[in-house]
């Protein structure tokens, strides 16, 4: 298995031309993590599975979602409730008389438009608070719930704020003391890094886009190959 995995990742090192990589593979209670290549390419820092945090994209929503299930768990939503009954910050549109419910948001039934606007930013000063981020790009009501299947990383940010509206605390906060600790996740957060934390280096290229999650529910997650096997170890 660890001859596969080193083959299967030197090779893609080649074939993207990425700087590193992490895996993590779960069997049970098997579990293999390794790092590969270089956490900065300018410096001799290797990856390592257990320390180099990497942005997981749209891998986030599993996170997001694991907490929205322990707010069930305790009681406090089930999932076929109105969802516009909990928050307190939004105001969704009431263009059809059936609500959206935690179970539509949890699979992208909602009925949302489909549109790119407001999910990220391009620097890190202009990612706005979530209930901000949330309340004023609210995507039109453009289906029945429950209706059609459409993937909307608005669900995923709604029910972040959702979280913060129904715990009383910061959805970053809750993921953390709800999900990670009790996972021993800790090398795993929403939190965006300190702009000083790593400097920039190199030559920019014009033609590679760099973009920061506006949504963090949905895509901001920051977390290590090791941390990613502790979350399947729990899901599976």
């Known amino acids: 298995m660890d001859a596969l995995i ?3 990742a030197t090779r893609a ?4 031309d990425a700087g590193g990589l992490t895996v993590a593979v779960v069997d049970g209670d098997e579990v ?3 790092g590969y290549g270089h956490a900065f390419r300018s410096e001799d820092v290797p990856v390592r599975a257990d320390e180099t945090l990497f942005r997981v994209g749209s891998v986030s929503k599993v996170a997001t979602w694991t907490a929205a299930m322990q ?3 305790r009681g406090q939503i089930t999932p076929d409730a109105p969802v516009d009954d909990h928050l307190e910050t939004v105001d969704l549109p009431d263009t059809y008389d059936e609500p959206i419910t935690l179970e539509h948001l949890a699979t992208h039934t909602p009925g949302f438009e489909v549109r790119g606007r407001g999910d990220s930013a391009r620097k890190p000063e202009y990612i706005r608070p ?5 309340s004023t790009d609210v995507p039109a009501r453009v289906r029945p719930p ?3 299947h459409q993937y909307t990383n608005y669900a995923a940010a709604l029910t ?3 979280i913060a509206d ?7 906060s809750f993921v953390t003391d709800s999900v990670f600790a009790p996972l021993g996740m800790s090398n795993s957060t929403f939190q965006l890094a300190p702009p000083d934390l790593v400097p920039a280096e190199g030559t920019a290229v014009e033609d590679v886009v760099s973009f920061y999650s506006d949504v963090s529910p949905a895509s901001g997650l920051h977390t290590t190959g090791t941390d990613m096997a502790r979350l399947l170890q729990a899901h599976l």
């Open 6 to 8: 080193d083959d299967a």
């Open 13 to 16: 090192l080649a074939d993207h």
């Open 32 to 34: 293999h993590t390794s």
């Open 71 to 73: 707010v069930v768990d």
């Open 130 to 134: 979530l209930a901000e981020s949330v």
């Open 146 to 148: 429950g209706e059609l």
């Open 160 to 162: 972040g704020q959702l």
């Open 166 to 172: 129904i715990s009383g605390q910061r959805f970053g």
